[in-house]
């Protein structure tokens, strides 16, 4: 009987350890992604350059959008190089649902990451 009723309880926290490490877990990679990114803006590099980038260090099956994007050029006037990657989380276990289903808020199935570097001129 008291397996019954500290199973599921159990296996909550299991899921929960599991979904909340790959989301963790994805947040610190995007992260160093983005910053990758913004150094390679602050050094003259292209949009499409800084792109590439972060796909290549993120290097997650997740879908990538940038909010923000901006790289510093010769004569733009900009003092940073700034990136905000915003990208897809799919959880394993159904904890997300769970948490959805008793009024959590905000958005659980996306990481943001935001890098800035100062332009080097």
Same mark, same amino acid.
């Given at each position: 009987m008291e397996t019954a009723i500290v199973l599921p309880v159990i296996l909550l926290l299991v899921f929960g350890i599991i979904d909340?490490?790959?989301?963790?877990?994805q947040q610190t990679q995007l992260a160093?992604?983005?910053r990758e990114g913004?150094?390679?803006?602050?050094?003259?590099g292209t949009a499409a350059a800084v792109q590439t980038k972060v796909s290549a260090v993120a290097n997650s099956g997740? =879908?990538? %959008?940038y909010p923000t994007l901006t790289v510093c050029t010769g004569g733009s006037g900009l003092t940073d190089s700034t990136v905000t990657a915003r990208? =897809?989380? %799919?959880?394993?276990t159904p904890v997300f649902a769970f948490m959805q289903l008793f009024g959590a808020s905000g958005n659980l199935g996306s990481v943001t990451a935001t890098g800035v570097m100062s332009c080097t001129g």
């Open positions: 909340f490490g790959r989301a963790l877990q160093a992604a983005v913004a150094r390679v803006g602050a050094l003259n997740g =879908t990538l %959008t990208q =897809t989380f %799919t959880p394993l």
